[in-house]
């Protein structure tokens, strides 16, 4: 018992549906983060708070607790104004690759914190692990400094980070109570906030490869992110965008770096220039800058600079040759017609057996690995032509990623069934 509470009473409190008070969120983010309200306990309230919800002000509260659990950046005497994204996570999801350096070439810093990937998404950090030299690693001074000379920042986040935050998450991952909306909103914002960016651009992903598989839950998790950003001060919109087809070609690490340099180089897949280029724009204006138009810079290589800034800035040599991976197994195209149907999770599944992803928190990923795509919906193919290319450094990888492609595609001989997605389903301000 501590400041008139008990993590029993706090439990129950959630599990019979009240309404948890303001002290009591306070104390039980504060105790479980220093050891005093033990793992089983937090689970249990986890549970809790999965099947009973909370309401604004507890989520708004929660999200605080988790801020005061650590340290909070602080970016407001830089010479830039700043803008950061968070994508929910999605197949082929290299989009802040390009998007940091060209908001930066626009004109608004980019302190960006990424994580690793688990599972079939990848994470923006494994990705650019595999550009030769370059370190996720940067210390909170040496931040700002690269902020303030580059523009652009893609680091890990620190250990001081919403500790709460890192604690809890792990707990969630191995107790069924990850998928609650306050936890996630939770969760990602008290991240986003600590971090100290000025605006915030939330892409919340909808389909097959993302959390959020329906657009009503989508819609519920970025407004209530919006609220949260809103709340605490912070210039915050959501786009939903669609995740039941993978983004551009590639799925995996290397192979996206690759992917990012073409659109920085002014070229790369129309969906991927379409929604870097969408949400650059919502991040200048989220800034204050609407005068600047992103394409522009991706056309006349100011972005390209400040990628190859950035990435030797971070020890990185954009120069180099990007690690291949030994082994490469073309699947053809079993017919000729349309490419009607290319699944989000079955090609992320695909690229995570083939080593591109990992298992557990500590597996090391294959730079090299993943797979390319080599039509996207509504292009046409010719039976036998190369329709995927899986890569990876150990050859038995390929019968489970070839599992994981069966059924995850459909190729149709007139192409009558195909109904173009739109990329950009919402926005939530
Ligand atoms: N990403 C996060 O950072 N937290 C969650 O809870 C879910 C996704």
Known sequence: MSGGHDAVEVIIAKRDGAELSDSQIDWVVAAY??????????????????????????????????????????F???????????????????????????VAACGVAVPQLSGRGLGHTGGTLDKLEAIAGWRADVTNAAMWDQLQSVGAVICAAGSELAPADKKLYALRDVTGTVEAIPLIASSIMSKKIAEGTGALVLDVKVGTG????????????????????????????????????????TAGNAVEVAESVEVLAGGGPADVVELTVALAREMLAGAGRTDVEPA????????????????????????????EARESHVVAAPATGVLTRLDALAVG??????????????????????????????????????????????????????????????????????????LLIDRIS
Not at 39 to 48: K, N, P
Not at 81 to 91: I, L, Q, R
Not at 351 to 360: C, M, Q, Y
Not at 375 to 395: H, I, K, M, N, W
């Open 296 to 323: 522009d810079k991706l056309a006349d290589g100011s972005a390209m600079d400040v990628w190859r800034s950035m990435i030797s800035a971070q020890g990185g040599d954009p120069d180099a040759g990007l690690p």
């Open 210 to 249: 993302a959390f959020m598989k329906d657009v009503d839950t989508a819609r519920e998790l970025a407004s209530t992110m919006v609220e949260l950003g809103t709340d605490a001060g912070l210039h915050t919109v959501a786009l939903l965008t669609d995740m039941s087809t993978p983004l551009g070609l």
């Open 76 to 102: 407001g005497d830089l010479s830039w104004p700043t803008a950061d994204k968070h994508s929910t996570g999605g197949v082929g999801d290299k989009i802040t690759l390009p998007l940091a350096p060209l």
């Open 349 to 422: 599944m695909a690229a995570w057996r083939l080593g591109a992803g990992r298992a557990r928190k500590e597996d090391p990923v294959q730079p090299g690995a993943g797979v390319v795509w080599h039509a996207r919906p509504g292009d046409q193919v010719t039976e036998g032509s190369p329709l995927f290319t899986l890569l990876t450094d150990d050859e038995s990888r390929f019968d489970r990623a070839l599992e994981s492609l069966d059924g995850g595609f459909d190729v149709e001989p007139d192409g009558s069934s195909y109904q173009p997605s739109p």
């Open 33 to 74: 983060t220093n050891g005093e309200v033990a793992d089983e306990q937090m689970s249990s309230l986890a549970m809790a708070i999965l099947l009973n919800g909370m309401n604004r002000r507890e989520i708004a509260r929660w999200t605080a607790a988790m801020i005061a659990s650590g340290e909070r950046l602080d």
